[in-house]
């Protein structure tokens, strides 16, 4: 089965600077999807971002980017520029690519609270 | 295009009664899954359905808890004979299709509180 890590439970950052969060995980597969979503305190679940696993370029979306190193099962999220409202739970995620028997979920890491400090 | 709705936002129940949580996906989508996220915890994958099928029950707890999807309406995830350890927040999210890598969206959860 596969697992995913979050080893950070709190991390904080000032206002306009960059933090890098981290996410190892635990697969045999070969194909797979990982994600980072956002809860803020309304704990509405937001995709940040995600990565496909085939691919070796790195997925940006404005201020957010991940470090993907597939040998090493690490998949970190890194917010430049931070703004106040970026404080909230981060949690990456994981979900295979090959359709077994209908296995679509998503295994979550426990998360990481950030707390951007002004 | 509205989002994912779920309904009760909030859900107080005494220990021994019947929870009922609703989940209406976006437009357009088939998929639902069924999250719990327990205090300090991430999401723990549940159940997934399709259309009047139930195609991975895995994360399911074995007794008092069932979902379905039926042709018609929403999705409805049932725990029977609450207890305190059920209190926790419960996400639906849906998507268009598994192939692809689709993203499940999800919605803004049900808070279920047992007394």
């Known amino acids: 089965a596969q697992t995913v890590t979050q080893s950070q439970p709190e991390m904080s950052v000032q206002e306009a600077e960059t933090v890098t969060l981290s996410c190892t995980y635990d697969t045999s597969e070969n194909n797979y999807y990982l994600f980072w979503y956002k809860q803020p305190p309304s704990r509405q679940m937001i995709l940040v971002i995600r990565q496909e696993a085939y691919k070796q370029q790195n997925a940006t979306e404005n201020r957010f980017s991940v470090n993907f190193q597939k040998a090493a099962k690490s998949f970190s999220l890194k917010i430049s520029d931070s703004q106040l409202g970026d404080a909230a739970m981060y949690f990456c995620?994981?979900?295979?690519?090959?359709?077994?028997?209908?296995?679509?979920?998503?295994?979550f890491g426990k998360g990481t609270k950030l707390t951007v400090n002004p | 295009n509205a989002g994912v709705m779920q309904n009760p936002r909030h859900l107080v129940r005494r220990r021994g009664q019947e929870a009922r949580l609703r989940c209406s996906p976006m437009?357009?989508?088939?998929?639902v899954y069924w999250y719990r996220q327990l205090p300090e915890e991430g999401l723990k994958f549940m159940v997934y359905l399709q259309k009047e099928n139930i195609i991975d029950e895995s994360g399911m707890p074995k007794e008092r808890f069932s979902a379905e999807f039926p042709k018609e309406g929403p999705s409805i995830l049932r725990i029977q004979q609450v207890v305190r350890g059920d209190s926790a927040a419960y996400f639906c999210?849906?998507?268009?299709?598994?192939?692809?890598?689709?993203?499940?969206?999800f919605g803004p959860g049900t808070r279920l509180t047992v007394t």
């Open positions: 437009k357009g989508h088939s998929h």
């Open positions: 999210a849906s998507s268009p299709r598994t192939s692809g890598g689709y993203e499940q969206y």
């Open positions: 995620a994981y979900r295979s690519a090959v359709l077994q028997g209908g296995s679509e979920k998503l295994v």
